[in-house]
């Protein structure tokens, strides 16, 4: 069964992936479209110039010149958008939480990307380019993050972006606790308890690692000092967890930080303001709306979910005017997704904050792209449609904040890595192959063995760290 | 003047008061009685100057909708209102009928992962006797919540047992869960036997069998079982009514709960989503005579030509959800609809959920996105549900007679940006506001 799947799959990636390699570098040029920039307003009868992974060119057709060899896609009728960001996703990943210890600060998701998972094919069908794949939320202080452009049919390495600014995870409340607590809804087991056990707990663990981190780097500081000094000392024993710590206080390890309710924003927060660093986004933060004026004045942004409500305790304050609250007390606000199935559609996640804030396109826009990119300090190179930065686009049939929209092309540094006409032509061949490679099977399988055509293992889709809706 | 004369017109002018008053009375008894025509009064909204989509019929350009006792009285370009009605210009705004949400668990649950709030599960394989609307919670917070994107009544569901009872059509306002109710039992929900899916499975035990295989045949013949002993009891049954000297049996309540499910009286709403699922359901149906919906359905496109053939509907969705294997389409879902309209299956669409019940607009949307005609979308969330479960006299449309829960609103209400303006639920303006509308107006403002 095993075989079975790994055959199908390694089928589906070659084919996949000999589109995207079939494309060259040099010059795109998407003529005649509705262009929506997210950084200065939509562009009638546009055009954008892409040229070796870069934007070269934007503005009125008549304003943008290709040379004689680019590629033309003429995308009359069409919207384009930056290619949409993802701030807080779990695709793309092997293993999600190292829940087993308080901090697990020293662990890191770019050594555990899963260039297979189907779900970045599925994103990529939605206008999804970058993703933020995070450590989950099982521990008050969790692992690194790893930000991903999801370059299907690429190796990991190819994906991880080069330079990619360093975040890792926080969390606060329920998740954290869980651990500490025997009766939870989604069971330990007989797993012996965990500390924390509360939301003291969790203040007093993050308290205590920003604590020894301090003390750990006055220990390498006095041993620079006293080396410097000509002494012969044994250097301190490296701690790849309170390094992690340390770079936190350095300013070279960001915080995102999984929350829900308004008084855990105001305690990581103080706890941030007390060691001298700063949060750079809350993430969910679904009680950010109570407490935006306050997470303004700390800098830290807002990265929530458009809807999501009463699946937990935590979760029943939340509303979804909380991204349209945020934003207008001036924090820096996004629309995430934290699920496979979301980040396939989160222009429709953005287009609820219009209905339900009242905001324009634009504002609904940037939730998406530019501000996604703001909280991961990536947006010198992606978020907007501007001269300079990353060919990284969405091209849809409609305005993509119309129920009837969907992504008819995604390209990622200028190449297409989703075409749907493509798609929908491949579907026949990808049908044959399938049915010649289960035949294969049944011939070739030892008589004894032979069983019944085993069903396709079901996915496991980007495994979920804080799904909604927990269904009996 | 002189008084005799004062005396005589006073006396015919009382006269004429005293025949006056008789002939009033009289009249008065001929015509329907008077504190009542106040109470109509309040009961008798006119919808104004409003596009009309009918969704049966034509739509309306500019006409006005007349509602009277809670039904729709009138309906055209010109109506006749009482001048007591009370007035709603819709210029610029559409009337819709309410939308109808075929599968939520509204009223059963209220926080996910408190297990004190949820009413949806009883214990035991058999709970055709378990009944949905008595535990329905009307002040429950998801409630006014799922009424913001236009949905006015919804089938709300137990689950996660072999048969989990029976479901009710709600309306989504009411005092009590008496003044919900549209139809229950409106559908017994049952689930076909299945193997695991999902995260868990590979850890599941399955109590007695060594496989899920094995524990699939087991509850199947269990189910088979069942429905075999409720023919029998509804013969017994039938017989002792028809000869008395017969001895009386006790009652059983599960196998009496079945008795209109072995009639086909009562539809049985069958969760069943893989092709073999599905097929599974309808021979199951085919076997013991019922009456077949088909609810989850996410392979019902296989399973097309037969479903046609048979006349069985199905209730699809969240078609938003994930593609169940790795190498489905990617769009398996989303174009799912499309493929059952054109094979000409008859479904409608479910949210399948309650907090997230508002959504139930945007299953349709989504779907026209890719490939279904806009107006099947929008009927799949209004005719095509009365339909299914057998209230299309009464809801679904806008038609004179039908039950008065209509929304209005300034555009399509399967789009995003469109907002419900006004809602009638059974004849009544309901209020728009909720548990998220009350805290974004607390909290945008403060200081």
Request: aromatic share 6%; hydrophobic share 40%.
């Amino acid at each position: 069964m095993k075989r079975y799947s790994t055959i199908l799959l390694t089928a589906l990636v070659a084919a996949l992936a000999s589109v995207a390699l079939a494309q060259n570098k040099g010059e795109v040029l998407i003529k005649n479209a509705t262009i929506m920039t997210a950084s200065h307003g939509v562009i009638e009868g546009g055009s954008i110039l892409v040229r070796d992974g870069k934007i070269a060119a934007v503005g009125k057709n008549s304003e943008v010149r290709a040379g004689a060899n680019a590629r033309v896609i003429d995308a009359t009728g069409m919207y384009v958008t930056p290619g949409i960001i993802d701030a807080h996703s779990h695709s793309a990943l092997d293993s999600v939480n190292e829940g087993s210890v308080s901090v697990s600060a020293m662990v890191r998701m770019k050594d555990v990307v899963d260039n297979t998972d189907i779900s970045i094919y599925r994103q990529l069908a939605g206008g999804t380019t970058t993703i933020h794949s995070m450590h989950g939320s099982a521990n008050s202080i969790g692992g690194q993050n790893v930000i991903l452009k999801l370059k299907w049919g690429k190796s990991a390495e190819e994906m991880i972006v080069p330079d990619m600014p360093r975040t890792i995870k926080f969390a606060l409340g329920e998740n954290p606790k869980r651990a500490g607590n025997q009766s939870n809804p989604f069971g330990q087991g007989n797993r012996p308890l965990r500390f924390p056990a509360t939301r003291m707990g969790v203040e007093f663990t993050i308290r205590e690692a920003f604590q020894q981190a301090r003390e750990y780097m006055r220990e390498w500081d006095e041993y620079a000092a006293a080396k410097e000094r000509g002494g012969d000392l044994a250097p301190p024993r490296r701690d790849l967890k309170l390094e992690a710590i340390a770079d936190i206080l350095r300013g070279k390890l960001l915080v995102h930080s999984h929350c829900y309710r308004a008084d855990e924003i105001l305690m990581l927060m103080n706890v941030a303001d007390e060691f001298g660093w700063k949060v750079l986004a809350f993430q969910h933060v679904l009680e950010g709306y109570k407490v935006a004026k306050e997470m303004a004045a700390h800098g830290a942004g807002g990265s929530t979910f458009s809807d999501w409500w009463a699946y937990k305790i935590e979760a029943y304050d939340a509303i979804p005017g909380n991204a349209a609250i945020m934003h207008h007390k001036g924090v820096v606000t996004s629309v995430n997704s934290d699920s496979a199935d979301l980040a396939r559609r989160l222009y429709q996640e953005a287009a609820k904050t219009i209905k339900y804030g009242g905001l324009t396109d634009e504002e609904a826009l940037r939730f998406i792209t530019l501000n996604s990119a703001k909280q991961l300090k990536m947006d010198h190179r992606i978020g907007s449609i501007d001269v300079g930065k990353d060919g990284d686009l969405a091209i849809f049939n409609a305005n993509p904040f119309s129920i009837y929209a969907r992504v008819e092309m995604t390209l990622i540094e200028g190449e297409v890595y989703f075409d749907r006409k493509e798609d929908m032509k491949r579907r026949e061949t990808i049908a044959k192959e399938k049915k010649e490679l289960i035949e294969k099977e049944r011939r070739t399988a030892p008589q004894e063995q032979r069983q019944p055509t085993p069903p396709i293992t079901p996915t496991v889709s980007g495994p979920g760290d804080d799904q909604p809706g927990i269904k009996q | 003047m002189n008084r005799n004369r004062t005396f005589r017109f006073v006396v015919k002018a009382v006269i004429a008061a005293i025949i006056a008053f008789i002939v009033i009375m009289a009249i008065k008894n001929l015509l329907p009685n008077p504190v009542v025509s106040a109470q109509q009064a309040a009961n008798v909204f006119v919808i104004r100057n409003a596009k009309i989509v009918t969704v049966t019929g034509a739509t309306i350009e500019r006409g006005s909708v007349l509602i009277r006792d809670g039904k729709i009285a009138e309906v055209g370009a010109r109506v006749t209102a009482p001048s007591n009605a009370k007035v709603i210009d819709a210029t610029g705004l559409s009337v819709y009928p309410g939308l109808i949400d075929c599968g939520t668990s509204l009223g059963l649950t209220e926080i996910g992962s408190i297990q004190e709030t949820r009413d949806t599960t009883e214990l035991g394989d058999f709970n055709p006797h378990m009944r949905a609307i008595v535990a329905v919670q009307p002040h429950s917070e998801l409630i006014p919540v799922s009424r913001a994107n236009g949905t006015t009544t919804a089938i709300t569901r137990p689950g996660g047992r072999l048969v989990s009872g029976q479901a009710a059509l709600i309306n989504l306002d009411g005092w009590t869960w008496q003044e919900m109710t549209v139809k229950t039992p409106a559908a017994m929900e049952m689930e076909y036997p299945r193997a695991q899916r999902g995260r868990g499975a590979a850890f599941a035990q399955p109590e007695g069998a060594t496989n899920v295989a094995q524990l699939r045949e087991r509850q199947l013949n269990a189910l088979r079982q069942k429905l075999e002993d409720a023919q029998a009891y509804a013969k017994a049954k039938e017989a002792r009514a028809t000869d008395k000297s017969l001895p009386p049996r006790p009652v059983d309540h599960v196998l009496e709960a079945l008795i209109p499910v072995v009639k086909g009286e009562l539809p049985v709403l069958m969760i069943a989503n893989a092709e073999r699922e599905i097929k599974g359901a309808i021979d199951i149906a085919d076997k013991y005579k019922l009456k077949l919906i088909i609810s989850g359905a996410a392979d019902a496109w296989k399973v097309a030509s037969t479903l046609k053939e048979k006349n069985i509907p199905v209730i699809i969705g969240p078609v938003t959800d994930l593609p169940n294997n790795e190498d489905d389409d990617y769009d398996i879902n989303y174009s799912h609809a499309a493929k059952l309209h054109k094979a000409g299956v008859k479904f409608a669409f479910q949210s399948d959920d309650a907090a997230y019940a508002r959504n139930l607009p945007y299953q349709a949307g989504t779907s026209a996105a890719f490939g279904l005609p806009k107006d099947e979308a929008l009927k799949a969330v209004t005719i095509y549900p009365a339909q299914i479960f057998g209230v299309d006299k009464l809801l679904g449309s806008i038609e004179v007679g039908k039950m008065a829960n209509l929304i209005v609103t300034d555009g399509d209400p399967l789009e995003f940006k469109t907002s419900v303006k006004h809602m009638f639920i059974n004849g009544k303006p309901v209020d728009l506001s909720s548990r998220h509308t009350k805290l974004y107006d607390k909290f945008k403002d403060r200081p």
